[in-house]
Structure formats: C-alpha cells, structure tokens
C-alpha cells in the first residue's frame, strides 16, 4: 500500500522565488496553504499544469480544513474524470501539485504585466467574465 | 580744525529777497524756510539748499532713493532747532552724526564740525538764522566723541540789524517758528497722515488740542503750584490737630490710590484704543485676502484626516483582495466543483453512497471463508452471495466516505460562487466610501491651494497671528477696564468722603480757621483753572473741528461724498457720508489721509503759527487715482503755506509727477556718491 504524503510540495528551483515575488502584491499575509490553492486554481483555471522537479514541501497536508481538502479533490475528480483517485492521496496532492506549480508562474507573469490596471482589478473583471459563463 | 563758515549777516549770495505778504492768521505771522545749509551733517558733507519760491506755489520737491538722506533733510531741521533727530532710520541710528568721509579726512585726535543753519524768512526783510554747531574729536576707528555743541539764533529786523541770541532768548525764537512741543504737527512722516486716524485716534485729538492750546503751561505753572499750595495748607492744619492729620493723611492715601487708578485706566485705553486701530489696520490689510492661517489649519487638517481615510481605505482594500483570494479560488475551480457535485448526485441517486456495507470487510470474509460477523465459515451459496454484493458495491466505502466529506464544503463553495457578485460589489463600495472621502479632501486641499497661489503667504498668516495677538491685547484692555472703572469710582467716592471729613473738622478747629480761609480760595482758584482749562480744550476742539471741515471739504476730490466732520466731546473725530453713517473706517486711505491732512492744518490754523509744513514719504501708503489726487491736495496747500515734500523715485510716480512738476517752485534729487559715503541735491 502506498505511503500517503504528509505534506504538499512545490518546485524546489522556481516555485518559491515566485511566491514570495508576488507575496507583498498579491497573497497579502495569506498563509502558505491558501497560497498554493490559488495558484493551483490560477493553473486550473488556464488549464494547465507542470510536473514538478525536484519537490520541495510547501505545507502539511494536516493543516487542511475540508473546504481545502474538497477543493483538491475536486480538481482531482474534475483531471481524472473519475472519484476512484480519491482513493489515492498520492496522486490527489500530485494533481494539485501540478496545477499549482503552472499557475504560479502564470500569476507571476499576470502580475508583472505591464497590462492596464492592477492585478486585482484584472482579476476581478475576469473572474465576473468566467463566473458569467457558467451560470 | 575746519570750521563752519558763518553768515551772520543775513543771508549769503543769489538770495533772492522775495516779498511775501506777512499774513496775518490769529495772530500768527508767515514763516517759511528759505535756505538750508549743512555741513558734515550725516551724508552731506557741504550742502547749500534753497527753497525760493519763484511760483504761486510755495512747493518744494526732494526725491531721492533710501540711504541718500532724504529723511535727514528732515532730521538735519529738527537738529537745527530742537537739537534730536526723531526721525532716523535704523541705518543712521549706527551711524555717527558727523559726515564719515570728513572723518576719514581728519587726522586721529583732529576736531571736525557738525553744523547746520536755517534761514527763515519772517516777514518783509526780517529772517532769522538758527544755527546749531557741534564739535567731535576723531579717533582712529572709534566713534568721533562730542565736544559740545553751540546753538545761535540771528534775528533780523525789517530795519536791517541783527540781534545774536542763545539760551534761552535763542529757544524763544524757536517757538515763534515752530514750539518744539507742537513741531509734531509741522515735521512729520507720511506715515502719520496714515495712521493718525486709525489708532487711539481721541487719544491723538485730545493730545494734539491739549498741545495745541498750549494749555500744558496752565497745567504746569498754575494748577501744579495751586495744588502744592493746597496740600501745605492742609498739612499745616494737620499739624495743629491730630484729628486733622489722621484724616489727611488717610484723604492723600485714598488721592494716591485714585491717582494710580486713574493713570492706569488712561494708560489701559490709550493701549486698547492702539490695539483696537491696529486690529483695523490688519483688517483692512487682510481684507480681499485669504484668511492664510485658517486656510492652512484647515490644510493641515484636511491632511491628518486624508491619512486616516487612507488608512481606512487600505484596509478596506485588504479585505477585499483577501476576499477575491479566498473566493477567487472557489471561483476559478467552480467548473470541477459542480462537476464533483454532479458525480456525487449520481452515486447518491444510485444508492452508492453513503456506503451501507463495508467491501473490505466483504472481500475478507471471501479471502478467509469465514464471516467476518459471526465467524462462521462461508459455504457455497453463501461466498456466491458475497461475492455478487461485492459487484454491486463499486465504490469503495473509503472513497464514499471521502465524497460524502465533500460533499457540504463542495455546495458551499457553489453558493459562495453565486453571492460573488454581490459580495464583490459590497467590498468595493466600502473601498469606494472612503476613496469618495479622500476625492473631496483632495478637492479641497487643490481649492486652497488655488486660493492661496500667488500671495505670500508667510506675510498674510504673519498678519492673521499679529492681528490675534492685538485682539488679544485689545480684549485684555477691556477686561482690565471692566474692573478698572468701578475701582476708581469707589476710590472717588472714598475721596469725596474724606474730603468731606476733612472740610468738617478742619472748620470744627478754631485754630485753622486763617489756614481754611487760604486753602478754600486756592481750592476755588484751582477749580477756576481746572474749569478754563476744560472751557479752553472744548473751544479749540469745536474750532479745530470746523476748520478741519472746511479744510476737508475745499480739498476733497469726491465732493458730494461726505456730508460732515465731527470732533466730538470725547475726541473722536467721526466723517459722515452724504447718506448719514459715519465711514471713516471704511473710507480709502488716500481719504484718510486727506482728513489727516485736513485736522494737521486746522491745528496749524487755530495754533496761530503760519509756519511750513514738512512731509517725508507723503503718498508712500496711497494708491491708483488716489496718489494724483492727494498729489493735486498738496499742490494746493502749498498755495497757502510753504510746502517740503520729500520722495522716493517710486514714490514719486507718473501721476505724482503730473499734479507737482509745474508747481514745484524747487525740485531736488538727492544722490550718493561713488564712495556712499555723501550726498548731494541737485536741482532737477
């Protein structure tokens, strides 16, 4: 039986030079956990994902409340087509691992663009955009 | 040793001997300054300056820049005959009264002199020669040190002799040009004509009647000396009945304590009616400005408040990006949330989930034969049983456990997804609440700063604070009057009482009756003073005040304007506009001035002396058409009395120019040397 991971990692060469890039601008004083939900939703959102590198552990995995683990289901749920991958962790946290690594440089570029307005302006005008579509 | 050449026969060559009517003005004969001579006086080392009058107007013109010594044209008459100089500048004050290039040229220890002589013209050939010498030793980089100093007045009759008299005889003469205790009137800065009537103004009226009417010599010769006499006589009294003594020495103690009373009320108003006409003055400068200090309080108000509002605003602004984090994330992951929904709908319409049987515990019992309930073995029929259970069980109760965990965070991230709109859009009216805040404070800061562009404002906000300070000042006043004006009276009235006391036992005492009978008639001769004093000071008031009316109204540019002057008893002078209030507050300062100007010579008038009048900076405070008005006033009082005016170039502008040049009798520019060290007048 496979281990089950204890915790959440980022890319060890990129990825946390790009967090904390963007912490002040961006992520405020939001924790680390909900950090890497927003960039793993950032990459879902554009649809696209990374295998990771080396790993490096970004959080513990038992910080997460059940909004959090039912946001990462989801998107393991929603990549596979399937809820048997619920039945491993491992390849539950890999999914979101992937998303967020994408999404992080993604947002690092989205915010760095010299586009109109701030990051949270665009932000927000896309996600009423997005929001629009689905309902 | 130089000396200063003399001229005590009269006066020197090219003068021209010109025969002015000796008018006669109650009683007061005309007098004008025909030359001027100074030597080493200040900046003028060697200065020979008439004053001919070759026109209908006796006008004298002197213009000349600050440091040429302008003002000591004015200062050098007041030497000649008073022997100070009222009027110096601060850079003069440093300086010493002997020329500085005369003292360059005298060798250390050498004497050098100061002198400066005028020439009066007093009737048909008479003059009088008032001249003023004194001697200074030089030192070497120290200041010259005062020898002494001579003063000889030359009289000349019509006849053609010449008396030569000093001391006393000499002052005498002086006071039939100008008395030194009126010459206030005769020699004065512009400036006066600008404040005179806007600061203790009855104080001023009352001061310039009392000098006027010369009244200060019945003040001091008879109602001082009347007065000694009277305590003599009571003391003497004293002395033959203790009685006496006690209440005379209580009756002097309660005069002292009223004296000291009354001193401070006339020193209080005479500081109130200052601080009251210098409140007006920085109201009328401040008038049509901004009000700087408040402007500028308000400012920093307005940035204190902005920087709250800021702060509030970022915080609002924190809250709502935390919100777009935490909701965005929900948001952007809605389309795999509903999808999961839509999974776990289906296994629940499917009867999947919740699970109802273990499938490990099923696939146990076949791996080991044996139920794992009961612990029976698994026959035949049974383990097909079990194994068709473990078929329709597809899920595994883990993962339909983890689905069913899901589930409720799952919706509510859907319905947080459908009130986005509504929380986003209040999260940005809180932000906006306070960016709207900080809109209007930047409004109003831009205002001010618009109100403010293009004036000094250092020098505005300097007034606004001078100004408080004077209203400060002024309301002192009133709070120490307030108490001030009972006081005295209830130290009249113990006065009164002890007077009374006094009368009374000095006429129980038989051996006083012979000092009573002296002391009653000085008493009465004092209150005839005290009462002719008073009936005199009211006469010349109403003369001054007619005559200051009829004055104003010949003279005035804007006739039908004003309908009257009045000095009133208590020395205020009130200007009543054509349409019945009283205005001289709001009058413009060239009007102001003219009514100065008016009172001066009233004073002139009724004081009998028909003596030149002096003006140094006459139109400094006066602007736009009022300076050529005022300029064409005084082109017309030099028809009646000889008139020196003394410029500087801005002062003595086009419209100046326009109303003097052609009545100028003489015209003068003053000028420094290369070396800035002497002046000259050279004739225009």
Redesign the interface.
Do not use: W
């Given at each position: 039986m496979a281990k089950i991971p204890d915790r959440l990692n980022i890319d060890k060469k990129t990825d946390r030079e790009l967090y904390d890039k963007i912490k002040e601008e961006v992520f405020l004083e939001m924790p680390r956990k909900g950090q890497f939900l927003f960039a793993m939703a950032f990459g879902f959102m554009y649809g696209t994902k990374r295998e990771l590198g080396t790993k490096d552990g970004f959080f513990l995995a038992k910080d997460m409340g059940p909004r959090d683990e039912a946001l990462i289901n989801a998107l393991a749920v929603a990549e596979t087509g399937s809820v048997a991958v619920l039945s491993n962790r491992a390849r539950v946290y890999q999914i979101a691992e992937e998303y967020a690594h994408a999404g992080i440089r993604l947002l690092h570029d989205e915010v760095t663009s010299e586009e109109h307005g701030s990051f949270y302006k665009r932000f927000e005008r896309d996600i009423f955009e997005r929001l629009e579509g689905h309902m | 040793m130089k000396k200063l050449r003399t001229h005590q026969d009269g006066i020197g060559g090219g003068f021209t001997k010109r025969k002015l009517s000796s008018t006669q003005r109650d009683g007061g004969t005309k007098v004008r300054i025909e030359k001027l001579i100074l030597h080493n006086y200040r900046q003028f080392k060697e200065e020979e300056i008439w004053f001919h009058n070759t026109l209908d107007n006796d006008l004298h013109i002197f213009v000349g820049e600050n440091g040429t010594g302008k003002t000591n044209v004015l200062n050098a008459i007041n030497w000649c005959l008073y022997g100070d100089e009222p009027h110096l500048s601060r850079d003069s004050q440093q300086l010493p009264i002997l020329n500085l290039e005369a003292i360059e040229e005298t060798t250390d220890g050498g004497q050098q002199e100061v002198g400066v002589e005028l020439y009066a013209e007093t009737g048909t050939n008479a003059y009088i020669l008032f001249k003023r010498v004194a001697s200074y030793r030089v030192h070497g980089g120290h200041a010259p040190t005062h020898q002494g100093t001579t003063f000889e007045v030359h009289a000349t009759g019509e006849q053609g002799n010449t008396e030569i008299l000093s001391g006393e005889e000499g002052k005498s003469y002086v006071d039939r040009f100008v008395p030194e205790r009126i010459r206030e009137f005769f020699f004065f800065d512009g400036e006066r004509l600008d404040r005179y009537f806007r600061e203790a103004t009855a104080q001023n009226i009352r001061h310039a009647v009392f000098r006027i009417s010369q009244l200060d010599l019945l003040e001091n010769e008879v109602e001082r000396k009347l007065d000694t006499v009277v305590r003599s006589l009571e003391k003497e009294a004293g002395a033959l009945n203790p009685d006496i003594e006690s209440i005379r020495e209580r009756l002097y103690e309660e005069k002292r304590k009223h004296d000291e009373i009354a001193e401070q009320i006339e020193k209080t108003e005479a500081q109130a009616a200052v601080a009251k006409g210098r409140i007006g003055e920085y109201e009328e400068r401040l008038s049509g400005l901004p009000d700087v200090e408040g402007l500028e309080n308000e400012r920093k108000r307005l940035k204190a408040e902005k920087i709250i509002k800021e702060n509030q605003r970022g915080e609002k602004r924190?809250l709502?990006?935390?919100f777009?984090?935490?909701s965005?994330?929900?948001?952007?992951?809605?389309?795999?949330?509903?999808?999961?929904i839509r999974?776990i709908e289906e296994?629940e319409n499917r009867g999947e989930i919740p699970p109802t049987v273990d499938r490990s515990l099923l696939e146990k019992a076949l791996g080991e034969g044996t139920c794992q309930v009961c612990g029976r073995d698994l026959d035949d029929e049974s383990s097909a049983q079990v194994k068709e259970l473990l078929e329709r069980i597809s899920?595994?109760s883990?993962?339909a456990r983890?689905?069913v965990?899901?589930e409720?965070?799952?919706r509510?991230?859907v319905e947080q997804?459908?009130h986005?709109?509504d929380d986003?859009w209040r999260a940005t009216r809180d932000v906006r609440a306070f960016q709207e805040d900080i809109d209007r404070i930047d409004r109003r800061l831009a205002e001010i700063d618009r109100e403010v562009a293009g004036y000094d404002e250092e020098k505005i906000t300097e007034w606004h604070r001078e100004r408080k300070e004077f209203e400060g000042i002024y309301a002192q006043t009133q709070r120490d009057l307030g108490y001030l004006y009972p006081e005295e009276e209830r130290a009249k009235e113990r006065v009164d009482e002890l007077q009374e006391k006094l009368d009374a036992e000095m006429r129980k005492e038989e051996r006083a009756g012979e000092i009573r009978i002296r002391r009653d008639f000085c008493v009465a001769a004092l209150d005839v003073v005290r009462k002719t004093k008073q009936d005199n000071m009211r006469e010349i008031r109403q003369r001054i005040g007619a005559k200051t009316e009829d004055l104003f109204f010949d003279l005035t540019w804007k006739s039908g304007t004003f309908e009257a002057v009045n000095v009133e008893s208590d020395y205020n002078i009130s200007l009543i506009h054509s349409m019945g209030y009283e205005c001289l507050g709001s009058v413009s300062a060239g009007e102001r001035e003219l009514l100065a100007l008016s009172f001066t010579l009233a004073l002139h008038d009724v004081s009998g002396f028909d003596s030149p009048i002096l003006i140094d900076t006459p139109v400094a405070r006066i602007s736009g058409k009022h300076r050529e008005s005022f300029g064409s006033v005084l082109a017309r009082v030099s028809e009646e009395k000889q008139t020196i005016l003394l410029f500087t170039p801005a002062e003595y502008s086009e419209e100046i120019s326009r109303a003097l040049d052609d009545k100028a009798s003489t015209r003068y520019s003053l000028k420094l040397s290369s070396g800035e060290k002497v002046s000259n007048a050279e004739v225009l």
């Open positions: - | 924190r709502k990006h935390l777009l984090l935490e965005g994330t929900g948001v952007m992951l809605y389309p795999a949330i509903v999808e999961t999974v296994k899920l595994s883990e993962i983890e689905l965990r899901m409720a965070p799952l509510q991230l997804a459908t986005f709109e986003a």
